[in-house]
């Protein structure tokens, strides 16, 4: 054990792997994904194709997750929409990440006046409470799922920032900084090949958590309007679309759109949890 | 007039609403004009609404306070418990049923758990009232005084409306507690499981202090500071929640307002409702940040 790398690729594979709740987030990423790429073609019924001879229909064999309201098949709205919700929250993070780890990054390193400037503004980002900011953003630029997408990606930014300028503060004292001060590297030269990689982790954990919160936020902008339109079989808009008919007793509606995300959500936590205690040697030995 | 359609859209009236509503100056004027009124606490006039932003705002706010607030009580009377228990029984069924919970908590969308208690308490088990707004329509609003129900009816002694309105609560309340819930959980057993491992902890115990007492009297307390101080941060997830809490049980309070705003394209009643919830979390965070210093004396303000 004493003569293993700890820090090989490999091995933390192998520990991820024997992760069995992290095992469990990676399956349902796999299904998710083959749902994102293949959803459509995967079921039997078109998801916009409008049958009112069977609407409304419990789930049964012919339908196993039932119909809606204009006949529609739910399961094959919901693997056609896996596609739309999956996608605007990765989007969001990917807005959150590309401007947010920058900004902390440097405002960690640089310090003093740089890193009063941004972190006052990443401070008036934080005085929303969370999803307030993304209406606020949504409303302005008009409601879409594109723009829902944005819009948390925004509201995203002084998460991520917070983290790195965090990560920034660490490496900064480290011996090796140091001495590529001292070899003569320029500032960027450092904040690109030593203090990048040695945040790259938190960054990773957090981008894949929020991923699954990004699920969440998606479907909450949908569900009062300020994100898919319909037809679009998005998750969180097709419970609202449900909403009507769950104190009839029609369940099937709101029911699986939910699961879904449930599912979706689960999963992404699940794996960054993973990836975190694999890297984080203080985790690992509890 | 958009919304009303083309039958009263005739240019007349278009260019007097143009008028009435500002929109004849150019956007910087209108921008100053809104910010010279914002000042003054003037937040404009609701065209769906046919009242002023502030005095709406200000309606309907008990509504949301009351929800919030009662979710918040619950959500603390469960979770500190539950955090104590999954801490101390660490990765034992205990924790891992408390566990299954918390993250079941945490991936699921706010809104959908409430259509879900809506379809199995009030539907299926018929316990529940039906999900529209805050009281039942054959009880009499009691007269305003703080505009709580929960205080306002039993200020004018009607026992019946009282229980109308709790009644009411409990759904939404639930919903909205849930997903908070899971937050502090996991947060205190994280704080308890590092507390149980500091000296003073095996101190206690070598001098044969009993599990339970070291446990809540050495380890919960200390443990409890971080928990204490993300309150902030959950109450502004509350107000949060609330919105999508509120749609659900079509509750009528300022979250349910600015999604009718949405839906009538009036941004001034949006724009308000923002106005206003930022102003509140900022007053909350200012709260918790001088409660720090009252909490734990060792934390020094600067």
């Keep these: 054990m004493a003569q293993r790398n700890t820090d090989s690729l490999g091995y933390k594979f192998q520990l991820f792997m024997k992760n069995k709740l ?52 739910l399961m094959s709205r919901i693997f ?13 993070v990917v807005i959150g990440l590309t401007f947010g780890a920058p900004l902390g990054l440097i405002s960690g390193y640089f310090g003093r006046k740089v890193d009063l400037i941004i972190m006052r503004i990443v401070d008036i980002l934080l005085a929303f409470p969370p999803l307030i900011l993304a209406m606020a953003i949504v409303s302005g630029l008009g ?18 920032a917070r983290m790195a300028r965090s990560r920034a503060i660490h490496v900064k004292r480290m011996d090796y900084v140091e001495s590529a001060i001292a070899l003569g590297s320029s500032r960027v030269r450092i904040i690109l090949t030593d203090v990048l990689p040695n945040s790259m982790t938190p960054l990773i954990v957090q981008a894949t958590v ?58 992404f936590t699940l794996i960054g949890d993973g990836i975190r205690e694999v890297t984080n040697p203080k985790l690992r030995l509890k | 007039m958009m919304i009303l359609g083309p039958a009263h859209a005739s240019p007349e009236n278009i260019a007097t609403m143009r008028e009435l509503m500002g929109l004849d100056h150019s956007i910087p004027v209108q921008f100053i004009h809104y910010m010279g009124q914002l000042l003054k606490g003037d937040l404009g006039y609701s065209y769906h609404a046919g009242s002023p932003v502030s005095q709406e705002l200000l309606r309907r706010f008990p509504a949301t306070f009351e929800l919030t607030t009662f979710a918040f009580v619950l959500m603390v009377l469960c979770s500190l418990p539950l955090g104590v228990v999954s801490g101390y029984y660490r990765n ?48 009499a609003f009691p007269p305003r005084v703080t505009g709580l129900l929960l205080v306002d009816t039993l200020l004018n002694g009607d026992l019946k409306a009282f229980l109308s309105a709790f009644h009411q609560l409990i759904l939404p309340g639930v919903t909205l507690a849930f997903f908070n819930l899971a937050i502090i959980v996991r947060t ?52 949060g929640g609330a ?60």
């Design chain 1, 80 to 92: 056609s929409g896996a596609r739309y919700t999956l996608l605007a929250a990765v989007v969001s």
């Design chain 1, 210 to 267: 929020y991923t699954g919160y990004g699920i969440l936020w998606v479907a909450s902008l949908s569900f009062i309007g300020l994100g898919a339109k319909l037809p679009i079989p998005e998750w969180g808009l097709m419970i609202a679309e449900g909403r009507k008919y769950i104190i009839s007793g029609e369940w099937w509606l709101t029911v699986f759109p939910g699961l879904f995300i449930m599912l979706g959500v689960t999963g």
């Design chain 1, 143 to 160: 409601p879409s799922l594109v723009n829902a997408a944005v819009a948390i990606g925004i509201s995203y930014i002084p998460i991520f």
């Design chain 2, 188 to 239: 205190l057993k994280a704080d308890l499981i590092e507390t149980l491992e500091e000296d003073y902890i095996r101190t206690a115990r070598a001098m044969g202090i009993g599990v339970k007492k070291v446990l809540l009297r050495h380890a919960f307390r200390n443990a409890l500071l971080p928990t204490v101080t993300m309150i902030g941060a959950i109450y502004g997830s509350l107000l």
């Design chain 2, 92 to 139: 034992k069924t205990p924790d891992n049923v408390i566990s299954v919970f918390t993250v079941m908590g945490l991936s699921m969308p706010t809104f959908w758990f409430g259509l879900l208690l809506i379809y199995i308490f009030f539907y299926k088990l018929g316990l529940a009232p039906p999900p529209m707004g805050r009281l039942s329509p054959d009880v």
């Design chain 2, 243 to 302: 919105v999508l809490t509120e749609v659900v049980f079509s509750w009528p309070g300022v979250g349910m307002y600015a999604v009718q705003s949405i839906r009538y394209l009036d941004y001034a009643g949006l724009q308000g409702f923002i106005i206003f919830y930022v102003i509140i979390f900022a007053l909350i965070t200012l709260l918790v940040d001088i409660s720090y210093r009252w909490i734990d004396p060792r934390v020094q303000l600067d």
């Design chain 1, 22 to 73: 992290a095992l469990v987030g990676l399956l349902i990423l796999v299904l998710i994904s083959i749902l994102v790429f293949f959803g459509p073609s995967l079921s039997s019924y078109d998801a916009f194709s409008v049958d009112f001879s069977v609407k409304l229909r419990a789930p049964s064999s012919t339908h196993l997750f039932g119909t809606d309201n204009y006949g529609r098949d």
